[in-house]
């Protein structure tokens, strides 16, 4: 988009192009075709938050209901209230534009890696239910048939082959610490040491190391 040069004049004055920047010039414009809105944006439209969050859209506004529940006594329904109407609205809009973003409503699922969780994924749900949302209490197996996740096969040994990249290379720096070829005193980074051992050991272990220079047609 072009800079603003020299002096802009509208009806309504919008600062910043993100999320919130955007959408509301276009409700403004949506409520009154004829008005005339000036956005003015110091970057470029989209390079903050708005371009680089997780992408997960949830209706809560709180953080999740129990948060909201717990600090916003008073507000609570409300809050709940219009989240559910701003993922409401999220949807309708992107359907209404076309925009092409690969918006789906899956619903959310809090899963508890631990066996202590368990009990606070019952509490969140019975307050959910509170609340009006449709919930379902998963067992593992179910969980599993919804995301296969490594982490349930961590904890068992020989099951590690996903997280291998993760797990060799504190392996490596543990036994390298083990045998003495590395040693030191205080807390040291993997940079304080010398690199050859661990990257044998590394290739020891099956996982060859090596540089490659690659041309991109490009100069820098
Ligand atoms: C790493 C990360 C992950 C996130 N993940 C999620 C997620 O998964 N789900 C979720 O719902 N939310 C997530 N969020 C939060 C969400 O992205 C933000 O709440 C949302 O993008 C905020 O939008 P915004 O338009 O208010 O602000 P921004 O996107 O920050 O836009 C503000 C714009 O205003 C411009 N601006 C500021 N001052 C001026 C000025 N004086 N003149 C001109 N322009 C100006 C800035 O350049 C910027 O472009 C995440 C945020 C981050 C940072």
Redesign the pocket.
């Known amino acids: 988009m072009p800079p603003l040069d020299g002096a802009g004049a509208a009806d309504l004055l919008v600062?910043?192009?993100?999320?919130?920047?955007?959408w509301a010039a276009l409700l403004a414009r949506q409520a009154d075709p004829g008005r005339e809105v000036l956005l003015?944006?110091?970057?470029?439209?989209?390079?903050?938050?708005?371009?680089?969050?997780?992408?997960?859209?949830?209706a809560s506004l709180t953080h999740g209901l129990a948060n909201g529940a717990r600090r916003f006594p008073e507000e609570i329904d409300e809050l709940e209230w219009l989240g559910r109407a701003n993922l409401a609205a999220i949807g309708t809009t992107v359907a209404e534009h076309r925009i092409d973003c690969d918006f789906e409503r899956t619903g959310e699922l809090a899963v508890a890696v631990e066996p202590y969780l368990l009990a606070g994924l019952a509490e969140n749900a019975a307050l959910a239910r509170r609340y009006g949302q449709d919930v379902t209490l998963l067992d593992r197996e179910e969980v599993r048939a919804e995301v296969n996740s490594p982490k349930w096969s961590m904890s068992e040994y020989g099951h590690q082959a996903v997280v291998w990249q993760t797990a060799v290379n504190p392996v490596v720096a543990l036994e390298l610490l083990a045998t003495g070829a590395w040693s030191g005193a205080g807390v040291l980074g993997p940079e304080a040491l010398p690199p050859r051992p661990f990257l044998d050991l590394l290739a020891g272990y099956g996982s060859p190391w090596g540089m490659e220079e690659r041309s991109t047609g490009g100069t820098a």
Do not use: D
């Open positions: 600062v910043g192009g993100g999320y919130s920047g955007l003015v944006e110091a970057g470029t439209c989209g390079w903050a938050a708005s371009g680089r969050n997780g992408g997960f859209c949830a």
